[in-house]
């Protein structure tokens, strides 16, 4: 993935925040922990896949959050891809210093405003 948006305020707190978008400092995109399963429906039997995002720690950047996306490097992704256990040990909080957060407007929430550069600014600390 190349990002992913938080809002700024505790789980379940109760009305708006603004929102940040997270992703790393060089742009390039990453790999989350993830797991997947067949799951069948019990009223019909046809089976689906199921997918989930693996969330662990999070690390500096999430401000308001203690929780993030497990993102993985290359060589941490193709270990959580070898046939076998889970290595959890993989399940680290990503480096912060190579992540950034950006501030994310009210007008990039809206599929019918066109983008524009005051949509998002870089959060400084």
């Known amino acids: ?15 708006n925040a603004p929102w940040s978008y997270y992703s790393l400092k ?3 995109p990453f790999f989350v922990a993830g797991l997947w399963s067949d799951a069948p429906d019990p009223s019909t039997g046809e ?4 997918y989930t995002m693996v969330i662990g720690e999070a690390n500096a950047v999430m401000r308001v959050h203690d ?29 912060a ?8 407007g009210d007008d990039a929430k809206s599929s019918r ?10 959060v400084v600390g």
Do not use: C, N
Request: charged share 25%.
């Open 26 to 28: 060089d742009g390039r």
């Open 113 to 122: 405003i066109e983008p524009h550069s005051r949509m998002a600014e870089a």
């Open 97 to 104: 210093e190579q992540m950034q957060a950006w501030r994310v």
């Open 67 to 95: 929780r993030m996306p497990a993102i993985l490097g290359t060589e941490a992704a193709r270990r959580w891809l070898e046939p076998g256990p889970l290595p959890a040990e993989l399940l680290v909080p990503y480096p």
């Open 47 to 50: 089976i689906a896949d199921s």
């Open 1 to 15: 993935m190349s990002g992913f948006w938080e809002p700024e305020k505790p789980a379940r707190a109760p009305g």
